[in-house]
């Protein structure tokens, strides 16, 4: 008989705190307390990415509709009347969730505390350039910037990479800011990733919100290798492998991958610019799943230090299916890799070995 | 179960503005987050290739929300069954050119516009005009499209109206969003009147008017209503580029606003079809102090308007009234 009454005490105690609990957090909401507001650094802000960028995370598209942000913007010297225009038009457009704006050229100032940052700019390679010579000019900028952004960053600051060629300026970054935990620095697949989803959709005549699980392993290059051994599309039938939709073996291995691979040329020929919209837009994208998690059951790709999981050599930055968590990523293990994955898998690693030597070699 | 997805034209949209434009729309910015829609972008010819290269970045963007891309240079295909249209596209002032000449050749092209959209638009599209001279063009619009309400064809002045609050929340250091119920009366052009009698600022201690905190009446009959009027030179200025990417944010407030409605206690500005309210002359689009609901605009009504207003309010109408007639003689 006791122990009745004290379940039942037991019972009343557990259900009043919960009935407690539901009335405090809904009163807090009801209170709409603003989230503090989070820091984002973009360098190369004065850019076409940079102009593209700035009003997506100003409207909440790469931390979420209730985070509000403090922008800071930095260029070189050269870039900044049109990097104090980019502030004025961002004062003008009275975003809601944007509570400042730094706009700066000096690097200093500009990674003071940041959470986030947006590595944009970096020497673009000109026409005749070789590779080592845009190499030995993106090399420095990384070294530099790295610095700045250990000693001032706020810790666990996420970095993303976007400028060419970024898996290595990535990689530089890594290694002369050794206090910035090394799971923190990526560099941008995204982009990679979404088109080679949108070519799949484009193919089967579906959403391409209904397509996923694509894979881009390796150098965000002409080397990457877009995978859909994996991917699928949801339809009035469930989930359905790409590769049972599509039969067509020969395209896959082919025409699509060069598709994908040759996208960003293809921009250039037709805007005679490059591809900044989409590069912006999956740059949030990048982000925004790093930090509020990829959906169930959902991958993408982004360019991480390996670890050497599926055979891929450590100590490089290479793109890798990943899902998100608690503001984590993590490679997603036990997936089947064929003999023609295997190959294009190496290939694009041998790539990114060849371009860090290049790298090591400007320093010295 | 997802919406009907909801059809958006955007003309011109091979340029600057379209360029930063499409993705806002392509994210849900315009129509809310849950509003899947298929855009229809319209160039002219020269432009077909960079049109196609935009199309091309919007489907490598893997928008959720966007569910198909039009992209044309062929009017009709453009405006079939669009139920927003954002007019983007017109001719540009070049170096030395007069206004008649700048006027000429926009009201051939919002005259063929207008005649495209009342035969293929959806019945009640709503109609924004962003292509300067904005509130004449819209004009020619509404009167060589009779069918369509004119309570759908507006322009934008939205863009003054936001710099207006980041002008007042700059003076007072407080938080943009904060700021409300500025007033853009008129034209879009330097006659601009941008109105803070009625403005407010949210402080801790409630709801206070602008003018008060301010406390700078030379101020802001000065130098402010001068800024935000010559705003759109200054960025020129400092980016050798027009301001595309605030004009792009501003058309999406401006669309938002009207189809989802304005929050309460807080009006908006836009360039609508003037009804004689506040004795602005009926017949202009004239920038008004604005509330929205249910997808429809009102007029906010019995605001005081002092001696000073009332000059300017007269002053940007009567450059209206000319722009019109200008305009009248370019089609005879």
Request: glycine share 6%.
């Amino acid at each position: 008989m006791e122990y009745l009454v004290l379940l039942q005490n037991g019972l009343v105690v557990l259900f009043t705190i919960a009935i407690s609990w539901k009335l405090i957090t809904y009163m807090r909401g009801s209170l709409k307390m603003e989230k503090e507001p989070m820091k984002v650094l973009v360098t190369g802000a004065a850019g076409q990415i940079g102009y593209a960028i700035a009003p997506m995370i100003a409207r909440g598209i790469m931390l979420g509709p209730d985070q509000p942000v403090i922008l800071h913007l930095l260029d070189i010297a050269l870039a900044a009347e049109a990097l104090h225009g980019v502030k004025m038009e961002l004062l003008d457009a009275a975003f809601p969730l944007l509570k400042e704006v730094h706009a700066t050229t000096d690097v200093t100032e500009a990674c003071k505390d940041v959470n986030v940052a947006i590595m944009l700019g970096g020497f673009p390679r000109k026409e005749g350039m070789e590779r080592k010579d845009m190499m030995s000019k993106n090399v420095p900028i990384y070294k530099e910037q790295a610095s700045a952004l250990e000693e001032h960053a706020a810790s666990d600051c996420k970095v993303l990479v976007v400028a060419n060629p970024a898996n290595t300026n990535a990689l530089i970054l890594k290694e002369f800011a050794p206090s910035i935990p090394e799971k923190n620095i990526t560099c941008l697949t995204r982009l990679d990733h979404n088109r080679a989803l949108s070519q799949i959709a484009e193919r089967l005549k579906v959403y391409v919100a209904d397509v996923k699980n694509v894979i881009i392993w390796g150098n965000h290059s002409s080397t990457q290798y877009p995978d859909i051994n994996h991917a699928t599309v949801t339809t009035p039938n469930g989930e359905r492998p790409v590769k049972e939709l599509d039969t067509d073996d020969h395209w896959l291995k082919n025409e699509f991958i060069n598709t994908v691979q040759q996208r960003g040329v293809a921009i250039i020929k037709a805007r005679k610019a490059s591809s900044a919209l989409s590069a912006a837009s999956a740059a949030c994208d990048h982000m925004r799943d790093w930090v509020l998690g990829t959906p169930k059951g959902t991958w993408v790709s982004m360019g991480v230090y390996s670890d050497g999981s599926y055979g891929i050599p450590k100590d490089i930055i290479y793109s890798f299916p990943v899902k998100c968590e608690k503001g984590k990523w993590s490679i997603v293990k036990g997936l089947k890799i064929d003999e023609f994955s295997r190959a294009k898998m190496d290939a694009t690693a041998k790539d990114l070995i060849d371009e860090k030597e290049v790298a090591h070699s400007c320093l010295n | 179960m997802g919406k009907e997805p909801v059809r958006v034209l955007v003309t011109g949209a091979a340029g600057q503005i379209g360029y930063a434009l499409v993705p806002m729309i392509a994210r849900g910015v315009m129509l809310g987050p849950d509003q899947p829609v298929i855009l229809h972008m319209l160039d002219i010819p020269p432009a077909a290739e960079a049109l196609n290269g935009v199309k091309m970045e919007l489907v490598d963007a893997a928008f959720p929300l966007l569910k198909g891309v039009v992209a044309t240079t062929d009017v009709v295909e453009g405006c079939t069954g669009v139920n927003i249209a954002i007019m983007v596209g017109g001719f540009p002032r070049k170096e030395g050119m007069e206004r008649k000449d700048v006027m000429s050749k926009n009201v051939s092209i919002y005259k063929s516009q207008a005649s495209a959209l009342e035969q293929h638009a959806a019945a009640n599209c709503k109609v924004l005009v962003v292509a300067n001279p904005a509130n004449t063009n819209a004009l020619i619009l509404k009167e060589f499209a009779p069918s369509i309400p004119e309570k759908n064809i507006t322009c934008l002045t939205r863009l003054d109206h936001n710099r207006a609050l980041g002008q007042i929340s700059e003076r007072l250091n407080v938080q943009v969003s904060d700021v409300k119920n500025a007033i853009i009366w008129g034209n879009h052009s330097s006659t601009q009147y941008p109105d803070v009698n009625h403005a407010t600022v949210k402080t801790p201690s409630g709801e206070k008017p602008v003018r008060e905190l301010v406390a700078d009446d030379a101020w802001l009959h000065g130098e402010f209503i001068a800024t935000v009027q010559q705003r759109g030179a200054a960025i020129i200025k400092a980016r050798k580029l027009s301001s595309a990417l605030s004009a792009a944010s501003s058309a999406c407030d401006h669309i938002r606003d009207w189809v989802l409605g304005t929050p309460e206690g807080t009006w908006v500005s836009m360039g609508v079809y003037s009804d004689g309210s506040y004795n602005v002359p009926a017949g202009l689009i004239y920038s008004f102090p604005v509330t929205c609901r249910n997808g429809e605009w009102t007029i906010v009504q019995g605001l005081s308007i002092d001696e000073l207003s009332r000059k300017k309010l007269d002053l940007t109408a009567e450059e209206l009234t000319e722009e019109k007639a200008l305009a009248y003689s370019c089609l005879s």
